[in-house]
């Protein structure tokens, strides 16, 4: 599990295919003798195993599935990536509970500045908009943020210059895509209402969320 702090932004140093599948060498900052081999690290918000590391380098296998999923199969050498190794139980939660499972990519439909801030609207799979809501959590490439509009197919997020300047989303442009890992509650509640509503004619989650409930 994360919290969806970044600790550092990372540089793709290395990427190695193997038909479908793959891995990442990543330069970083992150201590390496903190960093056993096995350890989870958020990659860009996906979980990853390190299976290698030296030279000031982690390197991670990647499967088709994350492949699939994420927008690793468009990155190139040198793009940065947020990094945040695995929270332990005597942490602060801080930011929100990060699985590390991405569930869809998203675009950049908009960009623009506010009060000091940066303002983005991103264009997200209609099937997975209905589990992010106003004021509700996200993760953008592993960064932890709240949603301040939520719409059919699009949400929009304020980005404070600290969290710009620490992560990659000040390099971020309209047309570049995003890791979206939306709310585990939601996604566990939608599960557990879809068979109580099989077997007793329960509230759906549709009904709940269209109702303020949600």
Known sequence: MFTGLIE??????GIEKRGASGSLTVKTVLPADEIPIGASVAVNGACLTVVRKGGGTLTF????ETIECTGFKNLKPGAPLNLERAMRL????????VS???????SIVDRREHSGNLVFT??????????????????????????????ADSFSVNIIPHTAAQT?????RVGDQVNIETDLICRYLERLLAGRDQKQGGISFELLAKNGFL
């Not at 005597?90 to 509970?97: A, E, F, Q, Y």
């Not at 590390?100 to 998203?106: E, N, P, R």
């Not at 991103?122 to 490439?141: C, L, M, N, T």
């Open 122 to 151: 991103f264009r997200v799979p209609v099937e997975f908009a209905k589990y992010i809501a106003p004021k509700g959590s996200v993760a953008i490439d592993g960064i932890s943020l709240t949603v301040n509009q939520a719409g």
């Open 90 to 97: 005597s942490d602060r939660l801080d930011g929100h509970l």
């Open 8 to 13: 550092t932004v990372g540089e793709l140093v």
């Open 61 to 64: 296998d990647i499967s088709p």
């Open 100 to 106: 590390g499972h991405v569930d869809c990519v998203a």
């Open 168 to 172: 990659t989303l000040l390099q971020k």
